[in-house]
Protein backbone atom coordinates (compact mmCIF):
# COMPACT_ATOMS: atom_id res chain seq x y z
CA UNK A 1 0.00 0.00 0.00
CA UNK A 2 1.03 3.25 -0.52
CA UNK A 3 1.28 4.81 3.13
CA UNK A 4 2.96 1.02 3.95
CA UNK A 5 -0.03 -0.03 6.27
CA UNK A 6 1.44 -3.78 6.34
CA UNK A 7 -0.52 -5.48 9.50
CA UNK A 8 1.02 -8.95 9.20
CA UNK A 9 4.68 -7.57 8.34
CA UNK A 10 7.05 -10.04 9.47
CA UNK A 11 4.68 -12.45 9.80
CA UNK A 12 5.60 -16.18 7.92
CA UNK A 13 3.20 -18.37 6.35
CA UNK A 14 4.18 -21.79 5.29
CA UNK A 15 1.69 -22.62 2.70
CA UNK A 16 0.43 -26.36 1.70
CA UNK A 17 -2.40 -25.81 -0.27
CA UNK A 18 -3.40 -25.95 -4.00
CA UNK A 19 -6.51 -25.07 -6.03
CA UNK A 20 -8.16 -22.08 -5.16
CA UNK A 21 -9.08 -21.88 -1.52
CA UNK A 22 -5.87 -21.70 0.14
CA UNK A 23 -4.02 -19.86 -2.01
CA UNK A 24 -6.93 -17.26 -2.34
CA UNK A 25 -6.32 -16.93 2.03
CA UNK A 26 -2.60 -16.65 1.51
CA UNK A 27 -2.81 -14.01 -1.07
CA UNK A 28 -4.81 -11.90 0.86
CA UNK A 29 -2.41 -12.43 4.32
CA UNK A 30 0.40 -11.95 1.61
CA UNK A 31 -1.20 -8.43 0.47
CA UNK A 32 -1.58 -7.46 4.16
CA UNK A 33 2.50 -7.74 4.34
CA UNK A 34 2.90 -11.53 5.20
CA UNK A 35 5.68 -13.51 3.91
CA UNK A 36 4.04 -16.37 2.23
CA UNK A 37 6.33 -19.43 1.31
CA UNK A 38 3.86 -21.03 -1.24
CA UNK A 39 5.11 -25.15 -0.97
CA UNK A 40 4.81 -26.93 -4.10
CA UNK A 41 5.20 -30.57 -5.77
CA UNK A 42 8.38 -30.45 -7.71
CA UNK A 43 7.03 -32.12 -11.24
CA UNK A 44 4.28 -29.55 -11.70
CA UNK A 45 3.47 -27.67 -8.67
CA UNK A 46 0.05 -26.97 -7.51
CA UNK A 47 -2.45 -28.70 -10.15
CA UNK A 48 -4.15 -24.60 -10.73
CA UNK A 49 -1.37 -24.02 -13.06
CA UNK A 50 -2.68 -26.31 -15.78
CA UNK A 51 -5.97 -24.81 -15.14
CA UNK A 52 -6.33 -22.83 -18.58
CA UNK A 53 -6.79 -21.87 -21.10
CA UNK A 54 -5.69 -18.81 -21.27
CA UNK A 55 -1.90 -18.83 -19.62
CA UNK A 56 -0.32 -16.28 -18.75
CA UNK A 57 3.69 -16.36 -17.94
CA UNK A 58 3.66 -20.37 -17.99
CA UNK A 59 0.32 -20.59 -15.68
CA UNK A 60 -3.11 -20.16 -15.86
CA UNK A 61 -5.16 -17.26 -14.98
CA UNK A 62 -6.61 -18.75 -12.17
CA UNK A 63 -2.93 -19.62 -10.57
CA UNK A 64 -1.83 -16.00 -11.41
CA UNK A 65 -5.23 -14.58 -9.89
CA UNK A 66 -4.86 -16.56 -6.53
CA UNK A 67 -1.47 -16.70 -5.86
CA UNK A 68 0.02 -12.99 -6.29
CA UNK A 69 2.40 -12.49 -3.02
CA UNK A 70 4.14 -15.40 -2.69
CA UNK A 71 7.31 -17.26 -2.67
CA UNK A 72 7.44 -20.37 -3.93
CA UNK A 73 9.29 -23.32 -2.22
CA UNK A 74 9.38 -27.14 -4.65
CA UNK A 75 9.55 -29.47 -2.38
CA UNK A 76 8.51 -33.21 -2.01
CA UNK A 77 6.46 -33.37 1.36
CA UNK A 78 7.39 -36.83 1.38
CA UNK A 79 10.94 -37.25 1.33
CA UNK A 80 11.07 -33.81 2.10
CA UNK A 81 9.97 -34.11 5.64
CA UNK A 82 13.02 -32.60 7.19
CA UNK A 83 13.37 -29.76 5.12
CA UNK A 84 9.52 -28.55 5.73
CA UNK A 85 9.79 -29.44 9.47
CA UNK A 86 12.38 -26.99 9.76
CA UNK A 87 10.74 -24.28 7.99
CA UNK A 88 7.45 -24.82 10.38
CA UNK A 89 10.39 -24.12 13.14
CA UNK A 90 10.22 -20.35 12.05
CA UNK A 91 6.76 -19.88 11.06
CA UNK A 92 3.74 -17.94 12.59
CA UNK A 93 1.35 -19.60 10.60
CA UNK A 94 0.45 -23.27 8.25
CA UNK A 95 -2.15 -24.09 6.18
CA UNK A 96 -2.80 -27.44 4.60
CA UNK A 97 -5.27 -28.15 2.34
CA UNK A 98 -3.97 -32.12 1.73
CA UNK A 99 -6.57 -34.90 1.40
CA UNK A 100 -8.39 -36.14 4.78
CA UNK A 101 -5.27 -37.75 7.13
CA UNK A 102 -2.44 -37.00 4.75
CA UNK A 103 -1.02 -34.69 6.57
CA UNK A 104 -0.92 -36.31 10.08
CA UNK A 105 0.05 -39.22 8.03
CA UNK A 106 3.23 -37.45 6.70
CA UNK A 107 3.72 -36.00 10.36
CA UNK A 108 2.36 -32.59 9.55
CA UNK A 109 -0.85 -32.49 11.96
CA UNK A 110 -1.82 -29.98 14.35
CA UNK A 111 -0.39 -31.39 17.29
CA UNK A 112 2.74 -33.01 15.70
CA UNK A 113 4.01 -28.81 14.23
CA UNK A 114 2.74 -27.31 17.51
CA UNK A 115 4.83 -29.58 19.82
CA UNK A 116 7.67 -28.37 17.83
CA UNK A 117 6.61 -24.63 17.60
CA UNK A 118 3.81 -23.74 20.48
CA UNK A 119 2.60 -20.53 19.03
CA UNK A 120 2.28 -21.96 15.02
CA UNK A 121 -1.93 -21.09 14.10
CA UNK A 122 -2.20 -24.01 11.99
CA UNK A 123 -5.49 -24.06 9.34
CA UNK A 124 -6.96 -26.80 8.52
CA UNK A 125 -9.04 -26.27 4.54
CA UNK A 126 -11.09 -29.33 3.71
CA UNK A 127 -14.04 -30.44 1.95
CA UNK A 128 -16.86 -31.31 3.95
CA UNK A 129 -15.07 -30.33 7.81
CA UNK A 130 -13.26 -32.11 10.07
CA UNK A 131 -16.19 -34.40 11.75
CA UNK A 132 -19.30 -36.36 10.42
CA UNK A 133 -19.90 -39.00 8.02
CA UNK A 134 -18.24 -36.98 5.06
CA UNK A 135 -15.28 -36.11 6.85
CA UNK A 136 -12.70 -38.01 4.33
CA UNK A 137 -14.27 -36.93 1.45
CA UNK A 138 -12.86 -34.36 -0.85
CA UNK A 139 -14.05 -31.90 -3.06
CA UNK A 140 -13.99 -28.90 -4.81
CA UNK A 141 -15.96 -25.90 -5.36
CA UNK A 142 -18.59 -27.19 -8.24
CA UNK A 143 -19.25 -30.67 -6.13
CA UNK A 144 -20.08 -28.68 -3.29
CA UNK A 145 -22.10 -26.22 -5.46
CA UNK A 146 -24.17 -29.48 -6.11
CA UNK A 147 -24.28 -31.00 -2.65
CA UNK A 148 -25.06 -27.74 -0.76
CA UNK A 149 -28.20 -27.13 -2.46
CA UNK A 150 -26.85 -24.04 -4.05
CA UNK A 151 -27.15 -25.01 -7.54
CA UNK A 152 -30.94 -26.28 -6.17
CA UNK A 153 -31.73 -22.33 -6.36
CA UNK A 154 -29.47 -20.88 -9.36
CA UNK A 155 -30.93 -20.98 -12.43
CA UNK A 156 -34.34 -20.76 -14.05
CA UNK A 157 -37.70 -22.14 -12.83
CA UNK A 158 -37.96 -24.75 -15.06
CA UNK A 159 -34.50 -25.75 -16.47
CA UNK A 160 -32.27 -28.00 -14.11
CA UNK A 161 -29.84 -25.92 -12.00
CA UNK A 162 -26.44 -24.83 -12.66
CA UNK A 163 -22.97 -23.77 -11.24
CA UNK A 164 -22.62 -20.04 -9.96
CA UNK A 165 -20.40 -18.74 -12.39
CA UNK A 166 -17.90 -17.84 -10.32
CA UNK A 167 -15.82 -19.70 -7.59
CA UNK A 168 -17.93 -18.27 -4.49
CA UNK A 169 -17.42 -21.20 -2.11
CA UNK A 170 -13.21 -21.30 -3.06
CA UNK A 171 -12.95 -17.65 -2.61
CA UNK A 172 -15.96 -17.88 0.35
CA UNK A 173 -13.80 -20.34 2.39
CA UNK A 174 -10.44 -18.51 1.57
CA UNK A 175 -11.89 -15.05 3.19
CA UNK A 176 -12.98 -17.06 6.41
CA UNK A 177 -9.57 -19.19 6.77
CA UNK A 178 -7.57 -15.60 6.47
CA UNK A 179 -10.46 -14.01 9.02
CA UNK A 180 -9.66 -16.86 11.72
CA UNK A 181 -5.92 -16.75 11.27
CA UNK A 182 -6.14 -13.03 11.71
CA UNK A 183 -8.25 -13.26 14.92
CA UNK A 184 -5.42 -16.56 15.98
CA UNK A 185 -2.58 -14.51 15.51
CA UNK A 186 -4.28 -11.46 17.35
CA UNK A 187 -4.97 -13.88 20.26
CA UNK A 188 -1.74 -15.44 19.91
CA UNK A 189 -0.38 -18.37 21.79
CA UNK A 190 -0.92 -20.81 18.64
CA UNK A 191 -4.81 -22.30 17.65
CA UNK A 192 -5.96 -24.51 15.51
CA UNK A 193 -8.24 -22.80 12.59
CA UNK A 194 -11.11 -25.10 10.45
CA UNK A 195 -12.65 -24.24 7.71
CA UNK A 196 -14.45 -26.37 5.04
CA UNK A 197 -16.23 -26.42 1.22
CA UNK A 198 -19.15 -27.34 2.72
CA UNK A 199 -19.28 -24.79 5.90
CA UNK A 200 -18.95 -22.30 3.54
CA UNK A 201 -21.60 -23.56 1.19
CA UNK A 202 -24.06 -23.68 4.03
CA UNK A 203 -23.12 -20.39 5.50
CA UNK A 204 -23.90 -18.80 2.08
CA UNK A 205 -27.77 -20.16 2.33
CA UNK A 206 -28.71 -18.49 5.87
CA UNK A 207 -32.48 -17.09 4.58
CA UNK A 208 -32.92 -20.22 2.84
CA UNK A 209 -32.05 -22.44 5.27
CA UNK A 210 -33.82 -20.50 7.72
CA UNK A 211 -36.94 -20.42 5.78
CA UNK A 212 -36.95 -24.87 5.34
CA UNK A 213 -36.35 -24.66 8.85
CA UNK A 214 -39.13 -22.48 9.50
CA UNK A 215 -41.59 -25.04 7.45
CA UNK A 216 -41.38 -23.09 4.21
CA UNK A 217 -40.14 -26.25 2.21
CA UNK A 218 -36.47 -26.12 0.55
CA UNK A 219 -36.59 -22.89 -2.09
CA UNK A 220 -36.74 -23.66 -5.81
CA UNK A 221 -35.42 -21.61 -8.43
CA UNK A 222 -36.56 -18.14 -9.65
CA UNK A 223 -34.05 -17.32 -12.19
CA UNK A 224 -32.90 -13.29 -12.39
CA UNK A 225 -35.32 -12.93 -9.50
CA UNK A 226 -34.98 -12.30 -5.91
CA UNK A 227 -37.34 -14.82 -3.93
CA UNK A 228 -38.20 -12.26 -1.14
CA UNK A 229 -38.72 -9.14 -2.94
CA UNK A 230 -40.81 -7.80 -6.04
CA UNK A 231 -40.05 -6.56 -8.46
CA UNK A 232 -36.58 -7.35 -7.97
CA UNK A 233 -35.25 -8.99 -11.54
CA UNK A 234 -34.42 -8.45 -14.48
CA UNK A 235 -36.75 -6.87 -17.57
CA UNK A 236 -35.82 -7.00 -21.20
CA UNK A 237 -35.70 -3.20 -23.04
CA UNK A 238 -34.72 -2.66 -26.17
CA UNK A 239 -30.50 -2.80 -26.95
CA UNK A 240 -30.10 -4.05 -23.38
CA UNK A 241 -31.46 -6.32 -20.32
CA UNK A 242 -31.93 -3.98 -16.93
CA UNK A 243 -32.19 -5.46 -13.39
CA UNK A 244 -34.70 -3.45 -11.14
CA UNK A 245 -35.15 -3.49 -7.92
CA UNK A 246 -37.74 -1.84 -5.99
CA UNK A 247 -37.87 -3.18 -2.56
CA UNK A 248 -40.30 -1.44 -0.58
CA UNK A 249 -43.55 0.09 -1.35
CA UNK A 250 -42.51 3.46 -1.82
CA UNK A 251 -40.06 1.81 -4.41
CA UNK A 252 -42.36 0.46 -5.83
CA UNK A 253 -45.03 3.60 -6.47
CA UNK A 254 -41.97 5.42 -7.61
CA UNK A 255 -41.62 2.51 -10.26
CA UNK A 256 -45.15 2.83 -11.23
CA UNK A 257 -44.86 6.15 -11.36
CA UNK A 258 -41.97 6.75 -13.89
CA UNK A 259 -43.32 4.60 -16.04
CA UNK A 260 -46.68 5.71 -16.51
CA UNK A 261 -48.30 2.50 -14.82
CA UNK A 262 -49.73 4.35 -11.41
CA UNK A 263 -52.70 2.02 -11.72
CA UNK A 264 -50.65 -0.79 -10.30
CA UNK A 265 -50.69 1.16 -6.90
CA UNK A 266 -54.15 0.79 -6.77
CA UNK A 267 -54.61 -2.74 -7.98
CA UNK A 268 -55.15 -5.24 -4.37
CA UNK A 269 -52.73 -7.75 -6.11
CA UNK A 270 -49.66 -5.57 -5.28
CA UNK A 271 -50.67 -3.72 -2.75
CA UNK A 272 -47.55 -4.96 -0.34
CA UNK A 273 -44.31 -6.93 -0.87
CA UNK A 274 -45.89 -9.82 0.18
CA UNK A 275 -48.77 -9.51 -1.73
CA UNK A 276 -46.62 -8.61 -4.87
CA UNK A 277 -44.14 -11.75 -4.24
CA UNK A 278 -47.50 -13.79 -4.14
CA UNK A 279 -48.45 -12.61 -7.66
CA UNK A 280 -44.64 -12.07 -9.14
CA UNK A 281 -45.54 -13.55 -12.28
CA UNK A 282 -48.36 -11.76 -13.20
CA UNK A 283 -46.47 -8.56 -12.18
CA UNK A 284 -43.52 -9.05 -13.89
CA UNK A 285 -45.76 -9.66 -17.07
CA UNK A 286 -47.55 -6.41 -16.57
CA UNK A 287 -43.79 -4.07 -16.23
CA UNK A 288 -42.36 -6.86 -19.14
CA UNK A 289 -44.92 -5.90 -21.56
CA UNK A 290 -44.28 -1.58 -20.54
CA UNK A 291 -40.80 -2.33 -20.86
CA UNK A 292 -40.28 -4.29 -23.90
CA UNK A 293 -39.38 -1.41 -26.29
CA UNK A 294 -38.39 0.80 -24.54
CA UNK A 295 -34.67 1.92 -25.60
CA UNK A 296 -32.42 0.42 -22.89
CA UNK A 297 -30.45 3.58 -22.07
CA UNK A 298 -33.34 6.03 -22.04
CA UNK A 299 -34.84 4.23 -19.25
CA UNK A 300 -31.74 3.50 -16.87
CA UNK A 301 -31.87 7.59 -17.15
CA UNK A 302 -35.46 7.85 -16.38
CA UNK A 303 -35.52 5.19 -14.20
CA UNK A 304 -32.33 7.21 -12.19
CA UNK A 305 -34.08 10.42 -12.20
CA UNK A 306 -36.65 8.54 -9.90
CA UNK A 307 -34.22 7.43 -7.37
CA UNK A 308 -35.24 3.40 -8.98
CA UNK A 309 -32.25 1.05 -8.40
CA UNK A 310 -31.30 -0.24 -11.51
CA UNK A 311 -28.41 -1.47 -13.96
CA UNK A 312 -27.38 -2.51 -17.18
CA UNK A 313 -27.20 -6.30 -17.10
CA UNK A 314 -22.96 -6.23 -18.58
CA UNK A 315 -20.66 -9.02 -18.99
CA UNK A 316 -17.53 -9.31 -17.39
CA UNK A 317 -15.37 -7.26 -19.81
CA UNK A 318 -18.14 -4.50 -19.67
CA UNK A 319 -17.78 -3.97 -15.61
CA UNK A 320 -13.67 -4.43 -15.73
CA UNK A 321 -13.51 -1.13 -18.50
CA UNK A 322 -16.06 0.56 -16.81
CA UNK A 323 -14.57 4.37 -15.29
CA UNK A 324 -15.97 3.34 -11.97
CA UNK A 325 -13.38 0.05 -12.01
CA UNK A 326 -10.81 2.22 -12.91
CA UNK A 327 -11.76 5.02 -10.22
CA UNK A 328 -11.51 2.50 -7.56
CA UNK A 329 -8.34 1.19 -8.76
CA UNK A 330 -9.61 -2.46 -8.94
CA UNK A 331 -7.42 -3.52 -11.95
CA UNK A 332 -3.61 -3.83 -10.63
CA UNK A 333 -0.76 -4.61 -13.07
CA UNK A 334 1.63 -6.97 -11.52
CA UNK A 335 3.10 -7.03 -13.94
CA UNK A 336 -0.21 -8.63 -16.05
CA UNK A 337 -3.12 -6.65 -15.01
CA UNK A 338 -5.43 -8.68 -12.44
CA UNK A 339 -8.01 -7.62 -9.82
CA UNK A 340 -6.28 -5.96 -6.85
CA UNK A 341 -8.29 -6.85 -3.26
CA UNK A 342 -11.81 -5.46 -2.72
CA UNK A 343 -10.18 -3.91 0.61
CA UNK A 344 -9.22 -0.20 1.36
CA UNK A 345 -7.72 1.32 4.55
CA UNK A 346 -7.54 4.37 5.49
CA UNK A 347 -8.48 5.66 1.74
CA UNK A 348 -5.47 3.34 0.54
CA UNK A 349 -5.97 0.21 -1.94
CA UNK A 350 -4.99 -3.02 -0.50
CA UNK A 351 -2.15 -3.91 -3.24
CA UNK A 352 -0.69 -7.15 -4.25
CA UNK A 353 2.88 -6.54 -3.59
CA UNK A 354 4.74 -9.01 -6.13
CA UNK A 355 3.43 -11.64 -9.24
CA UNK A 356 3.03 -15.21 -9.19
CA UNK A 357 5.85 -16.99 -8.48
CA UNK A 358 7.55 -19.50 -10.98
CA UNK A 359 6.94 -23.22 -10.03
CA UNK A 360 10.68 -22.97 -7.18
CA UNK A 361 11.73 -19.93 -8.26
CA UNK A 362 12.37 -18.97 -4.61
CA UNK A 363 13.95 -22.34 -3.63
CA UNK A 364 17.51 -21.17 -2.82
CA UNK A 365 16.76 -18.48 -1.20
CA UNK A 366 14.32 -20.04 1.11
CA UNK A 367 16.42 -22.62 1.91
CA UNK A 368 19.63 -20.10 2.55
CA UNK A 369 18.34 -18.91 5.02
CA UNK A 370 17.09 -22.14 6.79
CA UNK A 371 20.90 -23.02 6.99
CA UNK A 372 21.26 -24.95 3.51
CA UNK A 373 24.45 -24.77 2.08
CA UNK A 374 25.12 -25.54 -1.77
CA UNK A 375 26.15 -28.95 -1.54
CA UNK A 376 23.13 -29.60 0.45
CA UNK A 377 21.14 -28.06 -1.93
CA UNK A 378 22.60 -29.93 -5.09
CA UNK A 379 22.04 -33.21 -3.19
CA UNK A 380 18.24 -32.48 -2.53
CA UNK A 381 18.29 -31.71 -6.37
CA UNK A 382 19.73 -34.37 -7.25
CA UNK A 383 17.66 -36.45 -5.65
CA UNK A 384 14.37 -34.87 -6.54
CA UNK A 385 13.18 -33.58 -3.22
CA UNK A 386 13.52 -29.68 -4.63
CA UNK A 387 13.57 -27.97 -8.05
CA UNK A 388 15.64 -24.95 -8.36
CA UNK A 389 15.10 -22.41 -10.97
CA UNK A 390 18.76 -21.83 -12.96
CA UNK A 391 18.84 -18.06 -12.12
CA UNK A 392 18.32 -18.52 -8.15
CA UNK A 393 21.05 -21.10 -8.60
Known amino acids: MANGFLPLEGVRVVDVTSSLAGPYCTEILGALGADVIKVERPDRGDEARDWGLPFWEGSSVMFYAANLNKRSLALDLKRGRDVLLRLVDSADVFLQSLRPGTAARLGFGAEELRARNSRLVYCDIGAFGRVGPLRERAGY ?115 CSALDLDELTTDTRFASNPDRVEHREELAALLQDRLRDEPSAELLERLERAGIPAAPVNDVGDAADHEQTKALGLIQPTPEPTVALPLSIDGERVSHRRPPPRLGEHTDEILQDLGYDENELAELSAQGVIRRVESNS
Open 141 to 255: DPLLQAFSGIMSVTGDPDRPGVRVGASIIDQGTGMWAALGIVAALHAGDGHTVDVSLFETAIGLLPYQVTAYLAGGGAPGRHGTAFPLISPYQVFHARGGDLMIAAGNDGLFARL
